[in-house]
């Protein structure tokens, strides 16, 4: 799987992508990323990407062309040219884990991280999909791309240590059930015990625990 991410501020994302889980991805070559920096495609000698609103307002939006034209080089980009493109916007649909799953699935994904008040409409018709990460504002649409690509990755077969560690937890069977809590070193913790059946070697009576102790979100 390839991800390119379209932002005015790449540095932004060198530590998410060089840690953990996703340095392990791109390390096995199971998901690659590549990011794009927008001011590549300004305008003029100033490489301007942003402008006032018409109609007047706070802020800077930004510009259509430079967006169009970074989008369409990540398009370029990708063998057979299938890509979706998805926006990053507090307008968009809410993301679950349903979704994470559908994305997944895509050979190639391109997010799109607005900045200041946001964007010229008219990029919409450039893009597959919008995407909020819920109800609230953020500064730039970083933090959602980087949260979109990091629940994407972990579900790429082979990204994970154990098979089947992405099918146990919480949201995975499409539900709103969350996972059961879990334990650990030691039995007993501040006064606190591991509930005994943890313990017990018994595994039938430990799914069963298991099973009562999910919830619904
Ligand atoms: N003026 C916009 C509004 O009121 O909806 C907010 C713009 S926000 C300051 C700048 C950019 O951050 C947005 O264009 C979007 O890319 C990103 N962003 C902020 N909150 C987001 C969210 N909840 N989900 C996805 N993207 C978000």
């Known amino acids: 799987m390839k991800i390119q991410v379209i932002t005015l501020f790449p540095e932004m994302f060198e530590g998410v992508l060089g840690s953990s889980m996703l340095w392990k991805a791109q390390d096995k070559k199971l998901v690659e990323y590549k990011l794009i920096n927008l001011r590549d495609f300004g305008l003029g000698p100033r490489k301007i990407v942003d402008d006032t609103p018409y109609g007047g307002g706070d802020g800077m939006l930004l510009k259509p062309e430079p967006l169009v034209a970074a989008i369409e080089a990540a398009k370029s980009s990708v063998v057979g040219n299938k890509s979706s493109v998805i926006l990053m916007t507090p307008r968009g649909k809410k993301y679950t884990q349903a979704k994470a799953r559908e994305f997944a699935k895509l050979e190639n994904l391109i997010l799109i991280c607005g900045r200041y008040e946001g964007y010229d409409e008219r990029i919409t018709k450039f893009v597959d999909e919008q995407i909020s990460i819920g109800d609230y504002v953020l500064t730039g649409g970083e933090l959602p791309a980087m949260i979109l690509l990091d629940s994407v ?25 969350l996972e059961h809590p879990h334990y650990t070193r030691p039995e007993v913790f501040r006064g606190m015990k591991v509930p005994g059946v943890l313990l017990s070697g018994n595994h039938a009576a430990i799914e069963t625990w298991r099973k009562q102790n999910s919830k619904k979100s």
Do not use: C, N, Q, Y
């Not at 077969?157 to 146990?168: F, I, N, R, Y």
């Open 153 to 177: 990755t972990r579900l790429v077969p082979g990204v994970l240590g154990g098979d089947t560690s992405a099918e146990k937890e919480s949201f995975s069977d499409g539900s709103s059930i």
